[in-house]
Each structure stands twice: as structure tokens, then as C-alpha cells.
């Protein structure tokens, strides 16, 4: 998935622009932006817009318990 992900990692922000590429471990996620086809969007589109939120999780729990 590709999109503007910031998350924060020993103290310093690191960008990235695919999904994939974010590390196991983080210490906190900042920003959570993938890209969105333009509508009107199919069925399937619906369905995977829907998923993102557990994208967003899935990342939150790399995050560094404190």
C-alpha cells in the first residue's frame, strides 16, 4: 500500500511512502495517509477502504511500550 506514513523511531521522525517499508518496532505513529483511489469506487475498493483502520492498528502495535 503506498501512502505518507510518519512514525517515530528512537526519537527521530522517519517518513515513509509504502506500507511495506515501516519497521517492526516503533516508538509512536504520527501520521497514517494512504492513498485512496477516486471515486466512484467498486465493491472491492469499498471493502479495502474499509480495512484501513486495521491497517492503522496493525502499526499501533509496533509501537515501544513505554
Do not use: C, N
Not at 521522525?13 to 469506487?41: Q, S
Amino acid at each position: 500500500m503506498t501512502g505518507l506514513f510518519q512514525v517515530v523511531i528512537d526519537g527521530d521522525l522517519k517518513t515513509y511512502y509504502r506500507y511495506e517499508d515501516i519497521p517492526e518496532k516503533i516508538d509512536r505513529l504520527i501520521r497514517f495517509e494512504p492513498e485512496i483511489p477516486e471515486g466512484p469506487h467498486t465493491d472491492e475498493e469499498h471493502e479495502w477502504i474499509e480495512s484501513l483502520t486495521e491497517y492503522m492498528h496493525e502499526i499501533m502495535k509496533r509501537e515501544r511500550a513505554k
